[in-house]
């Protein structure tokens, strides 16, 4: 990208700033808090003449036209997509744009920038002895802040991507028009306590410099509240009934002692206040006291994960007043009635509980958007992906959110591991000589503490918290770590605190995290997940899985042009911006692309590459999961895994089990199908099956079909039909399957799982007489190399099959349609790895040419029952697609293809509404 494209695109920037009017008061009395609603940003070195005057830039009348406006929040590299370059964000992506466009802006983001707001008090003393307080939330990663030119706090205080301070302003504030002037420092990831990305993607241009979570303006009487309400609970009489604890800070704001009554209102999961407790204090000037009302709640409704039951939510809020006024109120804050706790087994891994359940952690790791945006509905998309998935958990590595994501999990039943991140400052250990972060010194600690105590303050009161992590790679020294267990423990923190996600050490006053961190991060093959080595299917895995993540074509089209796309399949050795940064393991897939090619064959085109990929993908993530759930109730059992990773923080080629445009395809579906609550999996190892059931449920008498069929169609041996059952929360082995070794090439496996005549579990498995040969002596911290290969490439043998596709709409809620498709293969041969795609389509437009076209958009996000399947020969098999319809398009087409499927579509027209089944039409 040319300099005078981006500053044509900068010029762009400026002619389309929205203009701002600051004449609304922000707080009107005791109690009362508000969000500054808006700021003005500006380059300190293109501020006018003004300079770095602080009492210059926060005059009222300033002439702020040309500086860039944005809302509540937002980085320095947000804020410029937000002012009129938005539409560019597609070109920034494309290729290797962001290099030369990083080359371009990193200079300027390595000056300090001012955030600037203008708003109205109207300060009097109606309710008595009035105070004004700033609260600050998240602003990476150092800042001096004024108020109307007067220093609040400077960049030695106000320092810490995740410290949240408050800052008694009073003094500062005047009556109508004030100016909150902010002063950022360039955030460096190995100096600065951040939010940092590793390798896993470039870094912003402006390392995530600026105000990214909100900043709050409160006023209050002389009695306030020094934060949230915090609630423990624990049952009581066997479950009938649980002891709550709601408990507050109470602050003395003046020199005066005072005396006032704490009200707390809690409500019960439907709404309608119950309680009502209260308590009296007396407070010396300045002074701080903890506050504690607590009851016993009869007959709670306990809050569970939501593979395991319903999410029913309390909430409470409070008040204080000081001679019959009000002093200042908490939010409402909402809280479930559940516990959490945590062991260690006899092998020193983690196991944890709830509501004293052994709970089978299966999660994926998350990340925030490259520029730190917080999009409230894409995040919501991303949940809802996870308990499709089948998954309960999800880990934020150094990646801690909004409090509406906790708000979300709360909501939706998946439980939250949070913990600080690895490899930059955050593990600056004397004894980590991996980390590029600078060695802590005194003050570090200092801002850790207060970055723990907001995090903790945040966090507390939500049901979806599973546990904080104070370490990843490495563990704190034990300073660190007791400064971390005291400002957990004094926000009355009640879930596990585990020293790191490895078991390189650990500190005395935790012992040992009880997880391992052993990899793999780039692919092996499926038999690897049930050795007894390294990642496989024992212990707690806290981060680990199998490079996969291929998007489908229409997602890499979106980021990648042809020139680059003929790179990814021709060349595939070759480095590739869109993995991890050249300084990585991972910036090439050449391990993937060997097993690629050894196993299914070289590449031939574009679309035989991400066909195979996609084939890849699915058995990969497939194995991991189903290995992992086989083995919870083994000798040593598997007690959790995180994959490596949920999404991903900008278009990415890997690491991620659904898109950037939240696109699912192979390894999506391979953990959907690994993940069933109730399922039957193969253990490739043992040749065995495994019966699973991750319910509370009790699986009833239920049957276990099996059957093996060869590439001609004529089915191997006996077909095998087990009736069996399951205890709940477990996995037990259910029979060998013989012959596997007898096989001359490729087999088919498939294992349905009935309860009665409802369908659980379906699943098919591409089998070899000869496994894929690990080479565990010469693995890698992210690697097991395989000397040699399952061959599956007499693949290519299978003729193309017959399949008849019939879909239709069964079901509109408001903007939610639900449609079936029915496929049936009509050959003698399997239908092998059969895949679906959504479209919305108009019918055919004229152009100005002449010509016709049809506007046509991928439908995302979606949700199908399954995808990626493989029919016997005659057998049909009815799939679900759930789905948004805006009512922008008219039709929804189905494209249908597969490794031995010709490809055709079929179309449903949406004007009537619900409708008849419609056959499709090929290509």
């Known amino acids: 990208m040319q300099p005078l494209f981006l500053a044509s695109l900068v010029s762009l920037w400026l002619l389309s700033l929205p203009s701002f009017v600051a004449n609304a008061q922000l707080v009107s009395g005791p109690g009362h808090s508000a969000v500054i609603p808006w700021w003005k940003i500006g380059n300190s070195l293109h501020v006018g003449n003004v300079g770095n005057d602080s009492a210059a830039l926060s005059d009222p009348d300033l002439d702020v036209s040309e500086w860039y406006s944005i809302g509540s929040k937002a980085t320095l590299m947000a804020a410029y997509l937000e002012n009129g370059a938005r539409s560019f964000e597609t070109e920034l992506f494309r290729d290797e744009n962001m290099k030369a466009y990083h080359e371009h802006l990193r200079p300027a983001f390595q000056e300090p920038w001012y955030y600037r707001s203008k708003f109205t008090l109207n300060i009097n003393n109606r309710f008595g002895a009035y105070y004004y307080q700033l609260k600050t939330h998240g602003i990476s990663s150092r800042a001096d802040i004024y108020l109307n030119g007067a220093l609040i706090a400077d960049k030695n205080v106000q320092a810490g991507a995740y410290t949240g301070l408050t800052y008694n302003i009073t003094s500062k504030a005047r009556n109508g028009t004030n100016i909150l002037l902010v002063r950022v420092y360039p955030t460096d990831y190995n100096r600065d306590f951040a939010l940092g990305f590793v390798d896993w993607n470039p870094p912003p241009a402006d390392n995530g410099t600026g105000i990214w979570r909100d900043v709050e303006l409160k006023q209050t009487g002389s009695l306030s509240f020094a934060g949230p309400p915090r609630v423990n609970t624990k049952p009581y009489f066997d479950g009938d009934a649980a002891i709550v604890d709601v408990k507050v800070e109470v602050v003395n704001l003046g020199v005066q002692s005072v005396r006032g009554e704490v009200v707390c209102f809690v409500y019960d999961h439907k709404g309608k206040e119950q309680w009502a407790v209260k308590e009296g204090v007396s407070l010396a000037g300045h002074g701080t006291r903890k506050v504690v009302l607590g009851f016993l709640l009869r007959k709670p409704a306990y809050w569970y994960p939501k593979q395991w039951g319903l999410q029913p939510l309390y909430s409470t809020s409070c008040n204080v007043t000081t001679d019959l006024h009000l002093s200042d109120t908490t939010p409402k804050v909402r809280f479930g009635i559940r516990t959490v706790t945590s062991s260690l087994n006899p092998f020193n891994d983690t196991t944890f509980f709830i509501n004293g359940e052994p709970f089978q952690v299966l999660g994926a790791g998350y990340t925030s958007d490259i520029f730190l945006r917080f999009d409230e509905e894409k995040v919501r998309a991303q949940f809802q992906y996870v308990l499709d998935m089948g998954l309960n958990t999800v880990r934020l590595e150094g990646k801690q959110e909004h409090d509406r994501l906790y708000e979300l999990a709360d909501d939706m039943g998946i439980m939250i591991m949070a913990g600080w991140e690895c490899c930059d400052k955050w593990e600056g250990w004397s004894y980590n000589n991996e980390g590029s972060g600078e060695k802590w010194k005194d003050p570090d600690y200092a801002i850790a503490n207060a970055s723990m105590r907001h995090e903790a303050e945040l966090m507390q009161h939500h049901p979806s918290i599973l546990a904080f992590l104070i370490g990843s790679d490495f563990w704190p020294d034990d300073r660190a770590t007791r400064m971390y267990v005291d400002a957990l423990k004094s926000l009355d923190w009640d879930v596990p605190i585990i020293a790191s996600a490895s078991q390189r050490g650990f500190p005395a006053l935790l012992g040992n995290g009880g997880m391992k961190m052993d990899g793999p991060y780039d692919w092996v093959p499926p038999n690897y997940w049930y050795t007894d080595q390294l990642g496989a299917a024992f212990g707690f895995g806290s981060e680990l899985g199998t490079g996969a993540g291929t998007p489908e074509l229409s997602s890499l089209k979106r980021f990648i042009s042809s020139p680059y796309l003929d790179v990814l399949w021709k060349n595939l050795t070759v480095g590739l911006y869109h993995m991890s940064t050249n300084v990585s393991s991972f910036h090439t897939r050449t391990i993937y692309n060997n097993a690629l090619s050894a196993r299914f064959g070289p590449p031939r085109s574009l679309e035989d590459y991400l066909l195979k990929a996609q084939m890849m993908d699915y058995e990969a993530t497939r194995a991991q999961f189903e290995a992992y759930a086989a083995k919870w109730s083994a000798e040593r059992p598997a007690t959790g895994l995180i994959y490596w990773m949920l999404n991903s923080a900008w278009p990415s080629l890997h690491w991620a089990l659904f898109d950037y445009y939240l696109h699912p395809a192979g390894a999506y579906f391979g953990v959907k199908t690994g993940s069933r609550s109730q399922h039957v999996a193969y253990d490739y190892l043992s040749r065995s099956v495994y019966l699973i059931n991750r319910s509370l449920a009790a699986l009833g008498p239920c049957t276990v079909d099996m059957e093996l069929l060869d590439l001609n169609g004529t089915v191997i041996g006996n077909a095998h039909t087990t009736t069996t059952q399951l205890s709940p929360n477990n996995s037990t082995r259910l029979f060998e399957i013989n012959g596997i070794e007898k096989l001359k090439d490729v087999a088919l496996l498939k294992l349905v799982l009935?309860?009665?005549?409802?369908?659980?579990?379906?699943?098919?498995?591409?089998?070899?007489?000869?496994?894929?040969?690990?080479?565990?002596?010469?693995?890698?911290?992210?690697?097991?190399?395989?000397?040699?290969?399952?061959?599956?490439?007499?693949?290519?043998?299978?003729?193309?099959?017959?399949?008849?596709?019939?879909?239709?709409?069964?079901?509109?809620?408001?903007?939610?349609?639900?449609?079936?498709?029915?496929?049936?293969?009509?050959?003698?041969?399997?239908?092998?790895?059969?895949?679906?795609?959504?479209?919305?389509?108009?019918?055919?437009?004229?152009?100005?040419?002449?010509?016709?076209?049809?506007?046509?958009?991928?439908?995302?996000?979606?949700?199908?029952?399954?995808?990626?399947?493989?029919?016997?020969?005659?057998?049909?098999?009815?799939?679900?697609t759930r789905f948004t319809y805006h009512g922008h398009y008219t039709f929804i087409r189905v494209h249908i293809d597969g490794w031995n499927v010709p490809k055709q579509r079929i179309s449903i027209d949406m004007r009537g509404g619900k409708g008849s089944w419609i056959g499709g039409q090929m290509d």
Do not use: C
Not at 775 to 798: E, G, I
Not at 822 to 831: F, G, I
Not at 841 to 858: A, I, P
């Open 754 to 880: 009935k309860n009665q005549a409802k369908v659980l579990s379906r699943n098919v498995y591409l089998l070899t007489p000869k496994l894929d040969t690990l080479d565990f002596k010469n693995s890698t911290w992210y690697h097991t190399p395989v000397t040699s290969y399952a061959n599956f490439t007499a693949l290519d043998t299978l003729p193309q099959v017959d399949l008849t596709a019939k879909a239709m709409v069964t079901n509109i809620q408001g903007l939610e349609t639900t449609a079936k498709i029915r496929l049936q293969n009509k050959s003698v041969s399997p239908a092998v790895f059969i895949r679906l795609n959504l479209v919305f389509f108009n019918e055919l437009v004229r152009l100005f040419s002449g010509e016709y076209e049809e506007t046509t958009v991928e439908v995302a996000p979606v949700h199908w029952s399954d995808n990626y399947v493989t029919l016997w020969p005659g057998e049909s098999l009815e799939l679900e």
